[in-house]
């Protein structure tokens, strides 16, 4: 499934005034799935040490009901592309909605621990599909002049999701009297917070009954004169809809369509700029980054935080993340993508150094010292922080503008696959990691941080200010 279609050629075109608000609500709405792909990647963070309890399993078990869910994600954004070419995006927007509908009443629900398994990846197949669908279908929507701002309502969309679960998270927590396992409505509260999804599923699944479907899946389905009335409610009245129509048939049938095979080459199997690729995507999972999303009260829990202050820094964390997301995009076109992403190596090193200095000590009474526990705390913000203003949006930006058009679609694919295979490795790894030590677990990712300055410098090229069709 392509993102985009080809920017007009007479010129940027802007909405019509009347128009825009219009655009906005379809961009937000269907920026929804962004934020429910925040929301169930994170919510889990509450229910950990509940599950942990409940089920009496051991880190390695634990680990992997927590990351199975990241398998669903792969297979889902793998095939949403493919569905969405088929019945549309709008129905495959719906398809999410039930899925995460359904995987956050299994999850509340479980019998044993197999089935919250299986929940979880129904769960993460709908998050795989909200990730492929929710950019492609903004950026077939917009207005050429407002693509760029309204495509990051994606983004914004995920990090306000992550912040919203550890707010909830942590409100239910309290009404539970600080007991992940307290009863809450009749079920223990960690229940609770994996049924709230329900919520967002739903509202999610009714806004995608109020927008329209994409202009150019109508027209590769061959219904002209439904796409050219979405045109004309997104792009205003003052447009040649024969001739927009036609532009964009154009380039569709222009378009090649990018394989794997496209991107064998070299002496190592792939082509260099795709190992690039896969580079940035496994630099920015290896520096630990959803450790701070999913086990972060688990973190704070085991250096001797209260679960009910753990869940708190949870959020502040989070809120941490959104404003770092904000500074990345204000600064991503006018500071470049190379400097912003080795000023955020560099913050990165420093957080996450201190953080393995304060894990070092031995706990007395089962915390750590005062002062090395504040460092601690100061010291996972702070990475978080210059993760999110550089990593966690410069490696996004890079992947769609880095690779020759003849394979970006193809690579992207793959270097989405590496981020994915990732994120599970080191989802999986840090309980066990952390069983052995916590202070050398975080060595470990200091080190990652490290590596990715100099990987940064040798083999990442600046992409601000150039045109796709110069990337070779």
């Known amino acids: 499934m392509s993102s985009t279609s080809q920017a007009p050629s007479s010129g940027a075109r802007t909405a019509h005034p009347d128009h825009l608000g219009h655009v906005i609500f379809i961009a937000a709405a269907a920026a929804m799935g962004g934020f429910l792909f925040g929301y ?9 040490e509940a599950i942990r309890d409940r089920y009496d399993v051991g880190s390695a078990v634990l680990a992997q009901v927590i990351a199975v869910a990241l398998i669903g994600c792969a297979i889902g954004a793998a095939t949403a592309g493919r569905i969405a070419d088929r019945i549309g995006r709008i129905r495959c927007m719906q398809i999410a909605a039930v899925l995460f509908t359904v995987s956050a009443v299994g999850s509340a629900l479980p019998f044993a621990l197999w089935d919250l398994a299986m929940w979880r990846v129904i769960g ?4 795989g599909m909200a990730s492929v669908i929710g950019p492609a279908y903004i950026a077939e929507v917009s207005p050429p002049a407002y693509r760029g701002r309204l495509g990051s309502f994606q983004q914004a969309a995920i990090v306000i999701g992550i912040a919203v679960s550890q707010l909830v998270n942590w409100g239910l927590l309290n009404a539970a009297g600080g007991d992940q396992r307290g009863e809450l409505m009749g079920l223990e509260a960690w229940q609770v917070m994996l049924g709230v999804m ?8 009714l806004l995608s009954f109020a927008i329209p479907e994409s202009p150019r899946f109508l027209i590769s389905v061959g219904k002209r004169e439904r796409a050219k009335k979405i045109l004309e409610e997104v792009e205003g009245k003052d447009v040649d809809f024969d001739a927009r129509v036609t532009e964009i ?8 369509k990018s394989s794997f095979k496209d991107l064998l080459g070299g002496s190592f199997f792939f082509r260099p700029i795709v190992w690039i690729g896969i580079g940035l995507s496994v630099f920015q999972q290896f520096v630990g980054i959803n450790v701070a999303f999913y086990y972060s009260s688990t973190l704070w829990q085991s250096v001797g935080v209260d679960p009910t202050d753990s869940f708190f820094y949870s959020f502040t964390t989070s809120i941490i993340n959104i404003i770092g997301t904000v500074i990345a995009m204000i600064f991503v076109d006018r500071v470049g993508r190379k400097p912003l992403a080795l000023i955020g190596s560099v913050g990165m090193v420093i957080g996450l150094a201190l953080e393995a200095w304060a894990f070092s000590f031995d706990l007395v009474d089962g915390k750590l010292p005062a ?6 705390l100061i010291a996972a913000h702070v990475f978080v922080l210059f993760f999110a203003l550089s990593w966690g949006v410069v490696v996004w930006v890079f992947l769609g503008e880095m690779f020759p058009n003849r394979i970006r679609a193809a690579a992207l694919g793959v270097a989405a696959s590496a981020q994915w295979i990732a994120n599970w490795a080191i989802t999986a790894s840090f309980p066990s990691l952390a069983d052995w030590n916590l202070s050398g677990t975080y060595v470990i990712y200091t080190i990652f941080a490290a590596l990715s300055i100099p990987f940064v410098l040798k083999f990442v090229k600046e992409t601000k200010g150039k045109a796709l069709e110069e990337m070779g």
């Open 40 to 48: 169930d990647s994170s919510v889990i963070n509450g229910a950990v």
């Open 124 to 127: 993460g197949f709908a998050i």
């Open 249 to 256: 048939e154009h380039a569709m049938h222009s378009e090649e």
């Open 198 to 205: 329900v919520i967002p599923a739903v509202l999610y699944g």
């Open 371 to 376: 002062t090395q526990g504040w460092v601690a």
